[in-house]
């Protein structure tokens, strides 16, 4: 239900293009990490992967769950509360590791939190947990990485920017880029896998903004990919 809203609301406040590298298909029981960079690229990410016929379980902040009609609509599909900092922290890992045998694909968010600064331009990922490649080690399931751009137009900064860019988007529509990555197997070690994943993602990442076209961000050429 999640990715049905998400793929019919978001048009209404954005313009997405998708692509991905060759062979970039994620298969049943891939671990899916993306960048996060605004509370709205939740929503992005998820209607670029419907495109592709992806319903992922989506590992979120526990405090989702407390919200009215959010929270059971989460605990009802079988999305993964994080409690962070809590002995319930393992419980996540072990609940996506069930959603992957069960053959379902799992989305992460790598950094686990946004980032600090408050205007809408881009930044590279930052700092990665160890959440997804521990997941990996256990599983032994292949992770696609995704990179975003774009998502910070719609809603990013204080708060009170956060609810004008949602007010405005709508009229302002922004471009809003979503790549994925080649499907890729991480080392053992969690600290070198760790490592592998955020390169990845940012890797995915770049392209998403040089498929925008934001001013200053050309750090590569991107690979051959196809439009969606």
């Known amino acids: 239900m999640l990715s049905r809203i998400a793929a019919a609301v978001l048009p209404a406040f954005g313009r997405l293009t998708v692509s991905a590298d060759p ?13 996060h960079t605004s509370l709205a690229d939740p929503v992005v ?16 902040t526990g405090g ?7 929270g059971p609509a989460l605990r009802r599909e079988g ?39 408050l205007d809408a331009g881009e930044s590279a990922p930052g700092p990665f ?5 521990r997941l ?4 032994g399931a292949p992770l696609v990485p995704v990179g975003q751009a774009g998502a910070r137009r719609l809603c990013s900064g204080s708060p009170g920017k956060q609810l004008a860019g949602a007010v405005t988007a709508p009229l ?25 994943a955020r390169r990845a993602v940012t890797a995915a990442w770049r392209t998403a903004v040089l498929a925008l076209g934001e001013p200053g961000q050309g750090h590569r050429e991107p690979p051959r990919s196809r439009e969606r």
């Open 172 to 196: 302002r529509r922004p471009c809003v880029h979503v790549h994925l990555g080649a499907p890729l197997h991480l080392p053992d070690p969690v600290p070198e896998a760790t490592d592998r």
């Open 64 to 70: 989702l769950w407390r919200v009215p009609f959010l």
């Open 45 to 60: 990410v998820v209607a670029a992967l419907r495109r592709y016929g992806i319903d992922p379980v989506i590992l979120a």
């Open 129 to 133: 947990r160890s959440g997804p490649a």
């Open 79 to 117: 999305h993964i509360a994080v409690h962070r900092g809590t002995t319930r922290a393992r419980d996540s890992l072990d609940a996506a590791a069930a959603a992957l045998a069960a053959g379902r694909s799992v989305l992460i968010y790598g950094e686990g939190r946004l980032p600090e600064r």
């Open 136 to 139: 990996a080690a256990a599983t």
């Open 23 to 35: 062979a970039a298909l994620p298969a049943a029981g891939s671990i899916i990490v993306a960048n």
